[in-house]
């Protein structure tokens, strides 16, 4: 069986394409099933160069700082800060990015600090490309779902790949404490 990758902004154009598994977050679309695979928890990320040039270890220390935004997640931010006690922060600057890879690849390059998901991050959280100096507080998120026509939900294929997507989604959401541990500045 040949994977076809296709990418959309929506889940009503998700859900329309000519395909037989959709990764989304949550959606309820009939004719459609879907399973919770993988949790999503954003903290503030910056790299270990701008964490020694600008020590982040209080939330009110981001208002010495660039705060990179996800078009796609930009209320991510103000709930962050909001749950961490100061929601009028202003920071140096803020810059808007189409797409938050975009956002953490600006974090990485020491450009700011973005507002990232832990479970896409987990490979630059072990090898120290970003650091995570807050811990808490953690937004969670209702996370991934992987979603299949109910006619071929059952498909050897489908099934072989929803069960590799919720052993991947498992491991990663174990890891977390143990990168978040060793991700000391």
Not at 8 to 30: N, Y
Not at 132 to 145: C, D, L, N, V
């Amino acid at each position: 069986m040949e994977t076809r990758i296709v990418t959309a902004s929506t889940p009503a154009e998700q859900f329309r394409m000519d395909v037989d598994v959709v990764v989304s977050g949550p959606a309820r679309q009939p004719g459609w099933v879907g399973s919770r695979f993988l949790g999503e928890t954003y903290l503030p990320l910056l790299s270990p160069g701008l964490m020694k040039e600008r020590p982040l270890r209080a939330p009110a220390d981001l208002g010495r700082h660039t705060l990179l935004h996800a078009a796609t997640r930009r209320q991510m931010w103000l709930r962050w800060l909001t749950a961490a006690g100061v929601p009028d922060l202003t920071p140096a600057r803020d810059q808007i990015f189409e797409h938050f890879y975009f956002a953490i690849q600006a974090a990485i390059e020491g450009l700011g600090v973005a507002m990232g998901p832990l479970a896409l991050v987990g490979d630059e959280l072990r090898e120290g490309r970003l650091v995570a100096p807050i811990k808490e507080p953690a937004i969670r998120t209702r996370g991934y779902f992987v979603y299949a026509p109910e006619a071929s939900s059952e498909t050897p294929a489908v099934t072989a790949l929803r069960q590799w997507l919720v052993n991947a989604g498992s491991l990663a959401e174990t890891e977390y404490p143990t990168y978040l541990a060793s991700n000391r500045c």
